[in-house]
């Protein structure tokens, strides 16, 4: 039953109680990172771990009641798989089976037609958590120097394994992190100050400051752009620039729902999990867990620079642990379309987050061609470089936000009816542009790049 704190806090917010309660789990990582720094740090490795592992599952309880024993038993299930299997193929391929057809099994009985926030949205997060540890478990011999840093050097014991799924500072959405880094944490190694806290404060805050203000955008624009809109009668009768416009500024605006919850990671850098050591010139870094790079998020026009910049520490996760094991298929785009689709099976059953993935394969692999035309071109490099840019630039952003929101769309309308309505409505226009930029590149290509040997020629 709700509190009735909660549904007067919800109600005056203008938004449901699953979500406040989720902001203000959010939020109440950074007492728990002060509480560690104080009491916890440099303490012994089994204090640390039962602090986060009661620290996380009252924020389980907080947000989903009982129901945070899905995530206890394939927490118990992953470390027993490792203890009775060791670091071996088998004891990976069981994690990845057993794992994901949990997380399956739960979409499929828990699934709406709406964005809901019930105990499955955490679940992809310790998903890949805890495939990710059973795979780096694994690594014993002839490593890379990536792999080097975060192999594990012997099976967990469960009171580690229970620490590193419900740290506070990224039990609920994230970001992805190794139990390599947790275990530095957990030693006190991920400091700028050896043998003190890290001094984070003020970078924490300056993150926690920045979220808050992608929040105050979502919260504030979201009412006037909602989702519900799309489906409604007046949508269809507004002009065609109306519809595009409306759907590239909900777009926008929708986005920093997640920007927001990925922004306040300060958490991590409070309590040193996002210590990265110095750059060139010796400044201290504070991005290990940095899930957004937000003004290159603004201001790149390019879909590969947004994709870069946007829930960094997932994309790393699936590059690092599916797409570079799909290197035996010996064709990289094949290898892209399979890790895509990973991720939208990861994501959801819903057909929405199909079409969103295969629409991200299709626009990037277009922009790539599109990209190595222009670099090719003398002309096109000196329009690039010539005073025209900034305009070029705004048509590039308008194009670029345009569609991106296009593939947004299925991925939060979820369903074929709605995602489909919406698409018949613009007429289908994201894939008619990038096909038809696709049948004319060829010929592009041929009128604004010179052959091999024709400079010399003019030259001469």
């Not at 024993?69 to 391929?93: D, E, I, N, P």
């Amino acid at each position: 039953m709700a509190a009735p704190w909660m549904e007067k806090l919800s109600e005056s917010l203008g938004s449901s109680e699953p979500a406040v309660r989720l902001i203000l789990s959010v939020l109440i990582g950074y007492p728990f990172a002060l509480i560690y720094r104080k009491c916890f740090f440099r303490r012994p490795p089994c204090a640390v771990h039962l602090f986060h592992t009661l620290s996380g599952l009252a924020l389980a309880a907080f947000n989903f009641g009982s129901q945070l024993y899905h995530s206890a038993v394939c927490v118990v299930v992953q470390f027993l798989l490792l203890r009775l299997m060791g670091r071996t193929v088998t004891a990976v391929l069981s994690s990845f089976l057993f794992q994901m057809t949990y997380l399956l099994c739960g979409y499929y009985y828990t699934a709406t037609d709406q964005y809901d926030i019930k105990w499955t949205m955490p679940h992809c997060v310790l998903t890949l958590k805890l495939i990710g540890m059973s795979l780096l478990a694994s690594y014993t011999s002839q490593l890379s120097a990536e792999q080097q840093s975060s192999a594990l050097s012997a099976v967990p014991s469960l009171l580690e394994v229970c620490g590193f799924s419900y740290f506070y500072g990224g039990f609920l959405v994230g970001p992805q992190f190794t139990l390599r880094s947790y275990q530095r944490l957990v030693s006190g190694e991920l400091t700028d100050c050896p043998g003190q806290p890290p001094s984070s404060v003020l970078p924490a805050m300056k993150r926690f400051f920045l979220g808050l203000v992608c929040l105050t955008i979502f919260t504030v624009g979201g009412p006037y752009f909602p989702d519900s809109y799309f489906l409604t009668e007046e949508y269809e009768a507004q002009p065609f620039w109306f519809r595009c416009l409306y759907m590239l500024i909900w777009a926008k605006i929708t986005l920093y729902k997640y920007v927001s919850c990925w922004v306040i990671e300060g958490v991590c850098i409070l309590c040193g999990m996002g210590y990265n050591g110095k750059d060139e010139k010796g400044v201290h870094q504070w991005d290990a867990c940095a899930n957004m790079r937000v003004w290159h998020y603004e201001t790149t026009p390019l879909f590969t620079g947004t994709i870069a910049s946007f829930n960094i520490n997932t994309n790393a996760w699936v590059a690092r642990h599916v797409f570079k094991r799909l290197k035996f298929l010996g064709n990289k785009m094949a290898s892209q379309l399979l890790t895509l689709l990973f991720l939208a099976v990861w994501h959801g059953l819903h057909s929405g987050y199909l079409v969103c993935f295969s629409l991200e394969f299709i626009i990037v692999n277009v922009e790539r061609k599109v990209m190595a035309v222009v670099r090719d071109s003398p002309l096109l490099m000196r329009l690039a470089t010539s005073p025209l840019y900034p305009l070029i630039y705004g048509v590039q952003q308008l194009l670029h936000w345009l569609f991106m929101a296009y593939p947004l769309v299925p991925f939060c309308l979820f369903t074929y009816d709605k995602w489909l309505k919406v698409y018949s409505s613009v007429y289908f226009c994201g894939h008619v542009f990038f096909f038809t930029i696709y049948l004319i590149l060829p010929y592009l290509r041929k009128g604004l790049v010179p052959r091999k040997g024709e400079d010399v020629k003019k030259d001469a």
